[in-house]
């Protein structure tokens, strides 16, 4: 079936230092991949997107690119700030018969200090 | 606005109370979604509508009864809950009901539920 794998953490970086968030998946079809960042006692907000093969997302000075060839999607920022800290969740998104299920991963925290 | 809201913030019950969690868009998104997440875990899927109709229902158990009444609100009615049910309840609303995956997910800021 269709999954998620991301590398789990907690992970902890200073600040100005480099991030990268491992995600690969497993699905059939061509799923659109996500990254969504949940900061304390918040919801989950949408971080960036990739809708197919070779498209890089990038917002705040995140990017990810989807890799079809290695499944992967993999998160990353040059120069993380303390305001960074939250949980990060990569996801795939698949049509079903009348609705796009998510499929989420485990999630990766990071904590970033002064 | 893209925005979705949910009340209350927060929401402690007895097993054998009743409420009923709100959630509310603006955006005119026409597929609404009820999750729940335990701490340091991803959302689960509850339930889905699509134009107003419940599409999917993941298996919850009949204390959670949820109703669209337009295409702008989402009710989660709560019945006789047990402890495990306490969780973060988390409503989000997509664009377009099977829209190739390609929409995401607004959601709203959540129902910390605890029931004691």
């Known amino acids: 079936g269709d999954s998620v794998t991301q590398m789990e953490g907690p992970v902890t970086l200073s600040e100005e230092a480099f991030l990268t968030i491992n995600c690969t998946y497993t699905a059939t079809g061509y799923p659109s991949l996500f990254w969504y960042v949940q900061y304390p006692g918040e919801g989950l907000q949408l971080l960036l997107k990739?809708?197919?093969?070779?498209d890089k997302g990038s917002n705040k000075g995140f990017e990810a690119t989807y890799r079809k060839e290695t499944t992967s999607f993999h998160l990353e920022k040059g120069s993380v700030q303390v305001s960074d800290s939250a949980v990060y969740f990569c996801a795939l998104s698949v049509t079903k018969t009348s609705y796009d299920k998510v499929i989420f991963g485990p999630g990766t925290s990071l904590s970033v200090i002064p | 606005d893209t925005e979705v809201t949910q009340t209350p913030k927060h929401l402690v019950m007895g097993m054998t109370n009743k409420k009923s969690l709100k959630c509310e868009q603006h955006?005119?998104?026409?597929?609404m979604y009820w999750y729940k997440q335990k701490a340091k875990k991803p959302p689960e899927l509850m339930f889905v509508?699509?134009?107003?109709?419940?599409?999917i229902n993941e298996s919850v158990p009949s204390r959670f009864s949820p109703e669209c009444p337009n295409s702008s609100l989402l009710n989660l009615h709560l019945h006789a809950l047990q402890p495990e049910d306490s969780a973060l309840y988390l409503c989000a609303s997509s664009q377009v009901p099977g829209g190739m995956g390609r929409y995401e997910q607004y959601f709203g800021p959540g129902t910390r539920l605890t029931v004691t």
């Open positions: 509508y699509s134009y107003e109709k419940l599409s």
């Open positions: 990739a809708t197919k093969a070779d």
């Open positions: 955006m005119g998104h026409r597929a």
